[in-house]
């Protein structure tokens, strides 16, 4: 596929630059790199949100700074296939209420890239009940307790 100049997109250059937004991550870079990073009408969705456009994604990225301490993403494999890339990922964070040491959710990214090589479709694949309620102190008993019935 080539866009309007007759060119391949440079996809890998695009995923390059999504790698090290996720890698240095802070709340300065999702205010001011998103618009290099994402299409303006960009799709996202997580097991918590699904939004659409620069104005709803910005607040999600930005919001994680206030949620927990010291955030951060290590990309641990990305693959790449045409304008579709897939990433995985280890977040890195400390729970604010409780003292509590690093805590890690795995998960996965599917995003699809524009011409003009800008993500104009992210997925986030993670499992919130056994990387996020199951860590929580009260929540994490239960959330175990109906994980052992739900095997019998």
């Known amino acids: 596929m ?15 630059r999504v790698v090290q937004f996720f890698e240095t991550l802070t709340v300065q870079s999702a205010q001011t790199q998103l618009p290099l990073i994402y299409a303006a009408d960009a799709s996202f969705k997580d097991p918590f949100n699904e939004v659409r456009g620069l104005t709803a994604i910005t ?39 409780y003292a509590r040491a690093e805590q890690c959710i795995c998960g996965a990214t599917q995003l699809r890239f ?29 959330m175990r307790i109906l994980k052992r019935i739900a095997r019998k």
């Open 2 to 16: 080539s866009n309007s100049t007759n060119q391949t997109p440079d996809h890998q250059a695009a995923l390059e």
């Open 59 to 97: 607040p999600l990225f930005t919001h994680m700074f206030v949620q927990v301490e010291n955030p951060r993403f290590l990309i641990t494999t990305h693959v790449l296939q045409g304008n579709q890339a897939f990433i995985t990922w280890d977040f890195l964070f400390h729970m604010k209420r």
């Open 114 to 142: 524009n011409d003009a090589g800008l993500v104009e479709m992210h997925r986030d694949f993670w499992d919130a009940a056994e990387e996020l309620y199951e860590k929580l102190p009260v929540l994490g008993s239960l």
